[in-house]
């Protein structure tokens, strides 16, 4: 299973982006998904994640700037970034956790990453 994500780019401080993600086939009982960034330098970082049942999480750093969706029938997952900072700056990447079969264990799935970079 491979997740593909999409969205990234180049953007101004204080603009906005929509980063997309989805799952090459389908993945069952997926729970959470989520984003992940990584900076350079540092390590890799919870963004925001979803469960099933609809409870977000956020990092503080982008609470009330960034908001996360999905569709966890659909295997697809969203973030939304506004009021964008150069500290924003990052490869981001979607992450589920899932089954590859009916029955078969738990994974979590990564995508490939985006690039995502805040600047004037």
């Known amino acids: 299973v491979q997740l593909d994500e999409s969205g990234g780019g180049l953007v101004q401080p204080g603009g906005s982006l929509r980063l997309s993600c989805a799952a090459s086939?389908?993945?069952?009982?997926?729970?959470?998904m989520g984003w992940y960034r990584q900076a350079p330098g540092k390590q890799r970082e919870l963004v925001a994640t979803?469960?099933?049942?609809?409870?977000?999480n956020y990092a503080d750093s982008v609470k009330g700037r960034f908001t996360i969706s999905g569709d966890n029938a659909k295997n697809t997952v969203y973030l939304h970034m506004d009021s964008l900072k150069p500290e924003d700056t990052a490869v981001y990447y979607c992450q589920m956790r899932g089954r590859s079969t009916i029955f078969g264990s738990f994974n979590n799935y990564w995508g490939q990453g985006t690039q995502v970079t805040v600047s004037s």
């Open positions: 086939r389908i993945i069952f009982s997926v729970d959470p």
């Open positions: 979803i469960t099933s049942g609809g409870t977000t």
